[in-house]
């Protein structure tokens, strides 16, 4: 499970650490799109914007659906929820060690106040 977890990980940051995929997926956020609409929003041949797709379908990220000559792109359900997990983890850790932080300042501060009135 936890190498499953670290290799989705893998794969999804990844995908996220292409500016252009970044946009993709700003783009499918504010609803579907066809990869030659993508293509033309983001001045890419229509492989070029296609391998940008692929990339983030693999990823879990996007979905596609082909209907006909049109093939459609969304953003995938629950798509970062695994990402954002692990990322938060990792907040909460720092945000611990930032409060104690703060309790040493705040310490020392009133120690110096301390014996600079003595």
Do not use: P
Not at 34 to 56: C, D
Not at 88 to 113: H, N
């Amino acid at each position: 499970m936890v190498q499953y977890l670290a290799a989705r990980l893998d794969v999804s940051f990844a995908a996220l650490s292409d500016a252009t995929r970044r946009g993709v997926l700003e783009e499918l956020g504010r609803g579907e799109a066809s990869i030659t609409e993508l293509a033309n929003r983001f001045q890419m041949t229509l492989t070029g914007i296609k391998k940008h797709v692929a990339v983030l379908e693999e990823a879990g990220l996007v979905k596609t659906e082909k209907l006909g000559r049109v093939r459609t792109c969304r953003l995938a359900a629950g798509g970062l929820d695994a990402e954002a997990a692990w990322i938060e983890r990792y907040r909460q850790r720092w945000a611990l060690r930032f409060e104690a932080l703060d309790a040493v300042v705040e310490d020392l501060k009133r120690r110096e106040e301390t014996d600079g009135r003595e």
